[in-house]
């Protein structure tokens, strides 16, 4: 909460512009401190309709991220609109449109790589247009390329509707158990541009990504210690992902299995009140350990992993329906179905070796 949420109701007006002034120093500090940073940050954009308040949000998330690193705006957009957004974007940043040779499957990689590929430095972050860094965070990200050459934050929502909450509980519990992918990483421009970039067709692009880097021999680092702020999207974006997100489980076969064993685990224990209790506390218990993991409960209220056993019954569920989504050709993402989720480990190490024969 914001000193002028907490002065509500109890201060003066003075007080209360005093109070948002002495927070706008405090960024401008952080601004300073940070300096400019030898990064090329990297935002791929496709926005068929945007509401007028995201859009300014956005633009002056640019204007402050320009401040401390050269800034790449790939905006896939079509129509009018978007040749003003893009003109109101190019005072503070660079912007380009997608580059077609990186293929013309899944969008965000397309941009990203058009961005990579354009990039004026070695390192390069790339980021939805959700993701808020501050100057602290990207530069924490930056430092940790120094060892690796893709590494993968974790993202945390900046405000809690139930739907973030709600999807708050798959973080946790990913993160209990392994990873939480996050809509953000830092990677060396060379070590991606040697392997080709990643496929365009993969619809889950962060795996198809680590995969093809660890494919050429490169470090892959997840660092569930970088808690990146990340804005929730709306109800009705977060309720289009709920198949998609299951039916990339489909390229992790014990993510899959584990999914699809849900929904009858439920029926077996329907009748079993005081068991299925059981298993939701521990579904709690295991979201509560995500939470605390690398200083997690930063970020994450203590609320939270209450959310997990029903993200958890939400995922059987939609396991099931996309084992359909299959059937059917895969989802429906931006236009056109995507079979593929991601590349296998065996296949990427084949493809890479052909690629160095050639």
Same mark, same amino acid.
């Given at each position: 909460?914001?000193?002028?949420?907490?002065?509500?109701?109890?201060?003066?007006?003075?007080?209360?512009?005093?109070?948002?002034?002495?927070?706008?120093?405090?960024?401008?500090?952080?601004?300073?401190?940070?300096?400019?940073?030898?990064?090329?940050?990297?935002?791929?954009?496709?926005?068929?309709?945007?509401?007028?308040?995201?859009?300014?949000?956005?633009?002056?998330?640019?204007?402050?991220?320009?401040?401390?690193?050269?800034?790449?705006?790939?905006?896939?957009?079509?129509?009018?609109?978007?040749?003003?957004?893009?003109?109101?974007?190019?005072?503070?940043?660079?912007?380009?449109?997608?580059?077609?040779?990186?293929?013309?499957?899944?969008?965000?990689?397309?941009?990203?790589?058009?961005?990579?590929?354009?990039?004026?430095?070695?390192?390069?972050?790339?980021?939805?247009?959700?993701?808020?860094?501050?100057?602290?965070?990207?530069?924490?990200?930056?430092?940790?390329?120094?060892?690796?050459?893709?590494?993968?934050?974790?993202?945390?929502?900046?405000?809690?509707?139930?739907?973030?909450?709600?999807?708050?509980?798959?973080?946790?519990?990913? *993160?209990?158990?392994?990873?939480?992918?996050?809509?953000?990483?830092?990677?060396?421009?060379?070590?991606?541009?040697?392997?080709?970039?990643?496929?365009?067709?993969?619809?889950?692009?962060?795996?198809?990504?680590?995969?093809?880097?660890?494919?050429?021999?490169?470090?892959?680092?997840?660092?569930?210690?970088?808690?990146?702020?990340?804005?929730?999207?709306?109800?009705?974006?977060?309720?289009?992902?709920?198949? *998609?997100?299951?039916?990339?489980?489909?390229?992790?076969?014990?993510?899959?299995?584990?999914?699809?064993?849900?929904?009858?685990?439920?029926?077996?224990?329907? *009748?079993?009140?005081?068991?299925?209790?059981?298993?939701?506390?521990?579904?709690?218990?295991?979201?509560?350990?995500?939470?605390?993991?690398?200083?997690?409960?930063?970020?994450?209220?203590?609320?939270?992993?209450?959310?997990?056993?029903?993200?958890?019954?939400?995922?059987?569920?939609?396991?099931?329906?996309?084992?359909?989504?299959?059937?059917?050709?895969?989802?429906?993402?931006?236009?056109?179905?995507?079979?593929?989720?991601?590349?296998?480990?065996?296949?990427?190490?084949?493809?890479?070796?052909?690629? *160095?024969?050639?």
């Amino acid at each position: 909460m914001t000193p002028l949420g907490r002065g509500y109701g109890q201060g003066t007006v003075e007080q209360e512009v005093k109070d948002v002034l002495s927070l706008r120093e405090v960024e401008d500090a952080a601004v300073a401190s940070a300096g400019v940073l030898d990064v090329e940050v990297v935002v791929p954009v496709r926005w068929d309709e945007v509401e007028p308040d995201v859009e300014h949000d956005f633009t002056a998330y640019l204007e402050r991220l320009a401040m401390i690193a050269d800034v790449t705006v790939v905006d896939g957009s079509d129509g009018p609109a978007a040749e003003v957004r893009r003109a109101r974007w190019a005072r503070s940043t660079r912007v380009l449109t997608p580059d077609a040779r990186w293929g013309s499957g899944n969008g965000k990689v397309v941009g990203a790589m058009t961005g990579i590929a354009a990039a004026r430095h070695e390192r390069v972050v790339v980021a939805d247009d959700d993701v808020r860094y501050d100057p602290a965070t990207l530069a924490a990200v930056v430092e940790a390329l120094g060892t690796s050459d893709l590494v993968l934050p974790q993202n945390h929502p900046t405000s809690f509707p139930w739907w973030a909450w709600w999807e708050s509980g798959r973080m946790l519990v990913n *993160r209990a158990f392994a990873r939480d992918w996050p809509g953000t990483c830092a990677v060396r421009r060379t070590t991606i541009l040697g392997a080709g970039g990643w496929s365009s067709d993969a619809l889950y692009e962060n795996l198809e990504m680590a995969r093809t880097v660890a494919a050429v021999g490169g470090r892959v680092t997840h660092r569930a210690d970088l808690l990146v702020p990340r804005r929730p999207p709306t109800s009705r974006h977060f309720m289009r992902q709920r198949v *998609r997100q299951a039916y990339e489980d489909q390229a992790q076969p014990l993510r899959l299995v584990l999914g699809l064993s849900v929904l009858p685990t439920v029926v077996l224990l329907h *009748r079993r009140p005081v068991a299925l209790g059981m298993v939701s506390g521990l579904v709690v218990a295991v979201a509560e350990a995500g939470r605390r993991r690398a200083d997690g409960a930063r970020a994450f209220p203590p609320h939270t992993p209450l959310a997990a056993p029903l993200w958890l019954v939400e995922r059987g569920v939609c396991a099931w329906m996309g084992l359909g989504l299959r059937v059917l050709g895969g989802p429906r993402y931006h236009g056109r179905r995507h079979p593929l989720t991601a590349h296998s480990r065996r296949w990427l190490s084949r493809h890479m070796a052909e690629r *160095r024969g050639s």
